[in-house]
């Protein structure tokens, strides 16, 4: 096996951000974020508790022999309100920590958002107001001024894509917004802050100033099987659209000063383009002198005109992202080193002005501690072929200084919370113990000697063994996953290359191998009235589908705290391959459990709390827009809403759409609270009809569900108003009785039979070892006689 030792003065370092590892957030002054309002109270706290124990972990980067460490500087630790008030005891821990760091040789590189905004300035209109770009140049200058005489690398942004797409659009990310328009204009003006922040640091003597962007190459899946293969004519343009949303709509205002020309006409479309001011893109392009990159995994995608947008990805309709046949880490994001080199490839070859660094690179994988340590050889194995990909692209010109490894410790994955285990050093939660890994030592080896040693025989992978059998990656995995597709010389040649080269496939890949045992539990929470049409559909289609594949369905049902544990000793002892579950409504741990054993698990609908299991949901808030925009088009000016309980997650989405719809017209809402039953949808609207005799509050009203519809109905008629005329009605499912009442309601129509086939499909594609996301089906109004 050769060696690669990396050019002299390559800096080997590790990233870390504030909130995932300082825990502390209410101590000293410091002021709430958008993530402690999203994620809850507490959430990141302790964290790494690395506000109490930054003194320790310099000393473990020391013992490593760290040449540099990325960290970023909380904005609501310095300035509690976002702006105004200097919070001293704040930028005294950022102070000494430097201090610390450079006593210990170590090169601080300072991020100034790693998308933890003062909850105050998102009150006042957040990454959506412009006004933040210029409460961010001035948050800038405070920390240069305190630091500046001593960290000489700075990153303005870390993953702008990130913070705009998935907080504003996808809403799975803080502030855990749903609105395209927010999410171009967020990204704009993030783009903006970083130009002006650019500036303030330059005129005040930054040594070297860039950002740090999430970056993956977008292939077809042909090119991922062979990579020689060129794009497909017929996908090209899906390829190039979704490259711009995710890759050059940053890269090119700041490395060309320019947004991309495929892209405006998608931002005009979301958010118009009255956003973006003269000037500001060249303030934008102003010449950096870092740019960082985060590589995990690439994108896949392919034309398919009938796909709905993804919704991190606002404009993507008619692109099917698909899934990358290839091992996965316990994140389920595919594991594809060659795709760094294709990157860095194509960013040496369009910006080969830019020097470059990689400011994150690492792996989510499950440890197990046992007496003699942590052996992470699945996370030595991702940073090993990562590095000989980088080693490749450096000989090839890639201007590539350094490579910061995400991460020093175990953290607070974001959403995902604490079991996510990114770090090279573990850390006990309720001790605060760190306990360094086997992929630390392996790193602190890889740093002493500059590069990789020949001495650590590479464990095969999924290249190694398509290579040696003469095969694509797909059919390696194929046959690894056992799946019937597959010729059988072409799996007895696989099969002869795994035993040959010892390949173990990693984790995720190895549960589904050796322990099929063909059956797959559907779990069943007791419907609330209403639920049942749903529930029922979901057993009729999903059993049929999952048997017409071959799997014996198990049938259980999650009524009692007893049930659950029954349920979860189930799937841990490995008696099914795959969970189906339909939730209970409201919060719940059940899904976080299930998910934690590790065993595919798919969800009815969108879960309360943000998580990563993939679901299959509605577009609730879409139906909600599309039901107040009718009533709008009909003249209704005075639109209340009778909301059914607020804990549920669709309930909550349907009230946001038509809070957006109503607040798009610059009117007020009028809500009313209610259960579940049509008796409760009939008192609410009593309040809502109590106006004056000749005229009640309001002129129609939108109910979250066709019970409370009917409700509402009965009450208008004890009243004596005529529907439509005096009142419209809108309701929400459309249930059999939606079509009988009199006159017929106008509601929205929730595809249930699509619901329940969407949730048998995804169980299989995870079954199948392959990446999957969530899917939200359309939601579709019919018109009848109420409105
Ligand atoms: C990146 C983030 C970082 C961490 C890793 C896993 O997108 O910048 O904070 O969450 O992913």
Redesign the pocket.
């Known amino acids: 096996m050769r060696t690669a030792l990396f050019p002299e003065g390559f800096v080997w370092g590790v990233?870390t951000?504030a909130f995932?590892i300082e825990g502390a957030t209410d101590r000293d002054g410091r002021g709430p974020s958008i993530w402690d309002a999203f994620a809850g109270g507490g959430y990141g706290d302790p964290a790494c508790d690395h506000y109490g124990r930054h003194p320790e972990d310099v000393r473990l980067m020391q013992d490593l022999g760290l040449a540099a460490y990325r960290f970023s500087v909380s904005w609501p630790r310095v300035l509690p309100g976002g702006h105004g008030h200097v919070n001293g005891p704040g930028l005294d821990f950022y102070d000494r920590l430097v201090d610390e760091l450079l006593q210990a040789g170590i090169a601080p590189y300072a991020t100034l958002y790693?998308?933890d905004l003062p909850q105050a300035l998102q009150d006042a209109g957040g990454w959506a107001a412009r006004d933040t770009a210029h409460r961010f140049a001035d948050y800038a200058q405070v920390v240069y001024d305190r630091l500046g005489d001593r960290v000489d690398t700075w990153f303005t942004f870390?993953?702008p894509w990130?913070a705009a797409f998935l907080g504003h659009a996808s809403g799975v990310h803080a502030p855990g917004l749903r609105s395209a328009a927010d999410a171009f204009v967020s990204a704009h003006h993030m783009l903006l802050a970083h130009g002006l922040s650019l500036e303030a640091l330059r005129a005040r003597g930054a040594a070297k100033a860039g950002v740090?962007l999430?970056l993956s190459p977008v292939l077809t899946p042909a090119q991922l099987g062979d990579m020689s293969t060129g794009i497909p004519e017929e996908d090209a343009e899906a390829v190039a659209r979704i490259d711009a949303l995710h890759n050059r709509q940053f890269l090119e205002p700041v490395l060309r000063g320019r947004y991309p020309a495929e892209l405006l006409p998608l931002i005009e479309k979301a958010a118009g383009l009255g956003h973006i001011h003269d000037g500001d893109l060249d303030l934008i392009g102003r010449p950096i002198d870092l740019l960082g990159v985060?590589y995990?995994t690439p994108i896949a995608v392919q034309a398919q005109p009938s796909a709905p947008a993804d919704p991190a990805f606002p404009g993507s309709e008619g692109v099917l992202f698909c899934s990358v046949p290839t091992a996965v880490t316990a994140?389920g994001w595919p594991i594809m080193p060659s795709g760094l080199s294709l990157l860095l490839r194509r960013l040496s070859e369009e910006y080969p002005e830019t020097e470059l660094m990689i400011t994150?690179n690492?792996a989510?994988f499950e440890d197990v501690v046992t007496a003699d340590g942590i052996h992470d050889v699945d996370r030595i194995s991702f940073v090993e072929e990562h590095l000989r990909a980088l080693r490749t692209s450096i000989d090839e010109g890639a201007r590539v200084r350094g490579y910061l490894l995400?991460?020093l410790l175990d953290c607070v994955?974001?959403a995902d919370g604490y079991r996510?285990k990114?770090g090279i050093v573990h850390v006990d939660f309720t001790t605060q113990r760190r306990l360094l890994k086997d992929s630390a030592l392996w790193y602190r080896d890889v740093i002493a000697r500059n590069g990789l040693g020949a001495e650590r025989p590479k464990r095969p992978t999924l290249e190694t063994v398509a290579a040696r059998a003469g095969v694509s990656r797909a059919t390696v995995s194929r046959v690894v996953n056992g799946e019937a597709r597959v010729s059988p010389d072409v799996r007895a040649a696989v099969l002869r290359a795994v035993q040959e080269l010892g390949y173990v496939p990693n984790a995720a890949a190895r549960s589904l191998v050796t322990r099929r045992t063909d059956s797959v539990a559907l779990v069943l929470s007791v419907p609330r009235h209403g639920g049942e049409a749903l529930t029922s559909a979901v057993v009729q289609y999903v059993t049929s589908v999952l048997e017409g594949a071959g799997k014996q369905i198990t049938l259980m049902l999650a009524d009692t705290a007893e049930s659950h544990r029954r349920i979860i000793r189930h799937v841990e002892a490995r008696q099914v391959d795959g969970v189906v579950l339909v939730p209970p409504d409201g919060p719940d741990t059940l899904t976080e459990r299930l998910a934690r054993t590790g065993v595919p698990v798919v969800l009815l609908g969108k879960p309360a709390i943000a998580s990563l299991v993939p679901h299959v949901d509605v577009d609730n808030a879409g139906g909600a827009r599309a039901a107040t925009r009718h009533l709008l088009d009909r003249g209704r000016r005075r639109i209340g809403v009778i909301c059914g309980p607020m804990d549920l997650v669709a309930v909550q989405d349907r009230l946001a759409g038509h809070l957006a719809t109503l607040h798009e017209d610059g009117l007020r809402p009028v809500i009313a609270l209610a259960g579940l039953d049509s008796g409760s949808g009939a008192a609410a609207a009593r309040e809502l009809l109590s106006g004056d005799q000749t005229r009640p509050l309001v002129d129609a009203v939108f109910a979250t569900s066709d019970e409370l519809a009917i409700g509402v109905m009965e009450a208008a008629r004890e009243k004596g108003l005529r529907v439509p005329e005096d009142l419209a009605v809108v309701g929400f499912g459309d249930i059999h009785a939606a079509s009988c009442t009199t006159p017929a309601l106008t509601t929205v129509r929730v595809p249930a039979a699509d619901q329940a086939l969407a949730l048998a499909r995804l169980l299989l594609s995870r079954l199948d070892g392959r990446h999957t996301s969530s899917v939200v089906l359309p939601t579709r109004l019919v018109v009848r006689a109420t409105a």
């Open positions: 990233s951000s995932q790693h998308w870390n993953e990130v740090v999430n985060n995990y994140m994150e690492g989510d995400w991460s994955e974001w996510r990114f």
